[in-house]
């Protein structure tokens, strides 16, 4: 009879993850942004399995949050081994789950084509089950495969369980199986833990099988690495640098330039356009997405980020914005969630944004922080120049229209409306709306007092009228009494003495470019 062609996933993802230290299931840790129960479910998906069952223990209910509704969970509350958890999803299978593919949720690098030549495998040949081999030049750790004269697979022995002769097995099973449900189950139920590990192991079905006379055949990875098993922080870090390798080689592929991809952190599912290049010590994370001819990098953090066409970034962080096509960001820039470059727009040297727009063509060059601002097309912000809003208690608007000059250092106190080519003068606390082509200045006047250089602290001895050995009082700090020399320091509202000269508050304010 020809089987049908349709394939239920039972994912393992029970296990302690005891190795791994961490209060997160070891199945959530992220490889490459993604965690690799989620990678192994995108392979999975591809194959169009008629369900997924996967069985969670530890964290089942974060489990449960992170798998939504790819795939239904089912509780394994006792961790008693592979074979067990495959019987705790027993009751959960319909009528029509005839075939399953089982697999552990800890090898995030198996791809799509490897599980689709699986499966092909086991349907072609007719077999009671099909499982996936690796050729390792380290085998500890995993289950030998044993075959027969013939080639034929026999069983697998845990590592924990294998004689020395065993252990020089070079085959590994990767732990990724397709079985004829009444065939796997009938077995399971024979499975016993008389082992070294006191568990009910899922790899003991093989040596069932082949006892009742039932065909077992293999599939040998021609990628090592695809079957790789994650227990440890230090094989995820190993199974993240594969991964990491093959997102920026497929990038590559379509036409992006990396200029060292053994350096360039790209997470799975980022998007990058044609001709864009990428160099090194960057990282794109998240959601992102970046258009073509963009130059991102060195040293630069993207994440949850809309970049367009022709965007430069270099040595940055840019979260949660969009730039649109031309932008110009860094080096040394924080873009914060809710930032919107328009296009052309700029966001220079130590400047840092959030919750901000910036209109097309405009520019906020030099040590800037626009907080909650809302900045119109062709304005210029000088150096320096920062929205004080926030006041304790509330965040404030600043609104900067059209056209508007800022000058250096100018400082917004919002909520503050700079009008339509309007002009601040350089070193402004601005605290009222400058209407639209006005000039809003506020800037005490500047003294000039001769003759400093030369002046001795002999002199202001004398003209203090101290007595020699007395010590002077500090800069700026006068005895109560004492008369200004002539030249020195006047208290506000006092005439500026002869010799001083103060420009007209509000000349031509400069930006600090
Ligand atoms: C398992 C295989 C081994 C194979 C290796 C490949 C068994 C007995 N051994 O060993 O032959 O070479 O994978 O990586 O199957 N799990 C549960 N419930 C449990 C125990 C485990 O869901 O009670 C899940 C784990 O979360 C994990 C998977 O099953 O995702 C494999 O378990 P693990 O303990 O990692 O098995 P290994 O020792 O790696
Ligand atoms: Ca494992």
């Given at each position: 009879m020809k089987r049908k062609r349709e394939i239920t996933a039972v994912v393992l993802a029970a296990g302690e993850g005891t190795r791994m230290k961490s209060s997160l299931p070891k199945v959530l840790h992220p490889v490459c942004g993604r965690?690799?129960?989620?990678?192994?479910?995108?392979?999975?998906?591809?194959?169009?399995?008629?369900?997924?069952?996967?069985?969670?223990?530890?964290?089942?209910?974060?489990?449960?949050?992170?798998?939504?509704?790819?795939?239904?969970?089912?509780?394994?509350?006792?961790?008693?081994?592979?074979?067990?958890?495959?019987?705790?999803?027993?009751?959960?299978?319909?009528?029509?789950?005839?075939?399953?593919?089982?697999?552990?949720?800890?090898?995030?690098?198996?791809?799509?084509?490897?599980?689709?030549?699986?499966?092909?495998?086991?349907?072609?040949?007719g077999a009671e089950a099909?499982?996936?081999?690796?050729?390792?030049?380290?085998?500890?750790?995993?289950?030998?495969?044993?075959?027969?004269?013939?080639?034929?697979?026999?069983?697998?022995?845990?590592?924990?369980?294998?004689?020395?002769?065993?252990?020089?097995?070079?085959?590994?099973?990767?732990?990724?199986?397709?079985?004829?449900?009444?065939?796997?189950?009938?077995?399971?139920?024979?499975v016993d833990n008389r082992n070294r590990k006191g568990e009910y192991y899922l790899t003991d079905v093989v040596g069932k099988l082949r006892e009742r006379g039932g065909r077992v055949v293999a599939l040998l990875a021609g990628d090592a690495a695809e079957g790789m098993g994650v227990n440890t922080r230090a094989e995820l870090a190993e199974a993240e640098r594969q991964m990491r390798l093959r997102v920026n080689r497929r990038l590559m592929q379509e036409g992006v330039g990396i200029t060292d991809p053994t350096v360039t952190y790209i997470d799975l599912g980022v998007e990058v356009g044609r001709d864009t290049v990428i160099?090194?010590?960057?990282?794109?994370?998240?959601?992102?997405?970046?258009?073509?001819?963009?130059?991102?990098?060195?040293?630069?953090?993207?994440?949850?980020?809309?970049?367009?066409?022709?965007?430069?970034?270099?040595?940055?962080?840019?979260?949660?914005?969009?730039?649109?096509?031309?932008?110009?960001?860094?080096?040394?820039?924080?873009?914060?969630?809710?930032?919107?470059?328009?296009?052309?727009?700029?966001?220079?040297?130590?400047?840092?944004?959030?919750?901000?727009?910036?209109?097309?063509?405009?520019?906020?060059?030099?040590?800037?922080?626009?907080?909650?601002?809302?900045?119109?097309?062709?304005?210029?912000?000088?150096?320096?120049?920062?929205?004080?809003?926030?006041?304790?208690?509330?965040?404030h608007p600043t609104v900067i229209e059209d056209g508007a000059f800022i000058g250096s250092d100018t400082m917004f106190i919002a909520p503050v409306r700079i009008g339509r080519g309007a002009v601040t003068g350089a070193g402004s606390a601005i605290s009222k709306d400058v209407p639209p082509g006005a000039l809003g200045v506020e800037r005490a006047p500047q003294k000039i007092i001769e003759g400093w250089k030369k002046r001795k602290p002999s002199d202001t001895r004398r003209l203090r009228k101290l007595p020699p050995g007395e010590k002077l009082p500090p800069r700026g700090k006068q005895p109560p009494g004492e008369k200004s020399p002539p030249g020195e320091k006047s208290p506000p509202g006092e005439k500026s003495p002869p010799g001083e000269k103060s420009p007209p508050a509000g000349k031509a304010p400069r930006d600090g470019r």
């Open positions: 965690p690799m129960l989620l990678v192994v479910l995108d392979a999975l998906q591809e194959l169009k399995p008629r369900r997924i069952l996967v069985v969670a223990g530890n964290g089942a209910d974060l489990v449960r949050e992170a798998v939504g509704d790819t795939a239904e969970v089912v509780v394994q509350e006792r961790r008693l081994g592979t074979g067990h958890a495959v019987l705790t999803a027993e009751p959960h299978l319909e009528p029509n789950d005839e075939n399953l593919l089982v697999l552990a949720g800890d090898t995030p690098l198996i791809t799509p084509s490897t599980l689709q030549e699986l499966s092909g495998l086991f349907f072609e040949s099909a499982m996936l081999t690796l050729r390792l030049p380290d085998p500890s750790g995993y289950g030998r495969v044993l075959r027969g004269r013939g080639g034929e697979v026999q069983a697998v022995v845990e590592e924990k369980d294998a004689s020395e002769e065993v252990r020089a097995v070079d085959e590994v099973n990767a732990s990724v199986y397709v079985f004829r449900r009444p065939d796997l189950f009938s077995c399971l139920r024979e160099f090194p010590f960057t990282f794109l994370q998240g959601s992102t997405r970046v258009g073509e001819n963009c130059r991102i990098g060195p040293g630069a953090r993207i994440v949850d980020s809309t970049l367009g066409d022709g965007v430069v970034v270099q040595e940055s962080v840019v979260r949660e914005s969009v730039l649109e096509d031309g932008c110009s960001v860094g080096p040394y820039a924080s873009l914060r969630p809710g930032t919107r470059l328009g296009k052309q727009a700029k966001a220079g040297t130590f400047v840092e944004m959030k919750n901000s727009s910036v209109g097309a063509g405009s520019k906020v060059p030099h040590l800037s922080y626009m907080g909650d601002a809302e900045i119109g097309e062709g304005v210029n912000v000088g150096a320096g120049s920062i929205t004080c809003n926030y006041d304790g208690e509330k965040k």
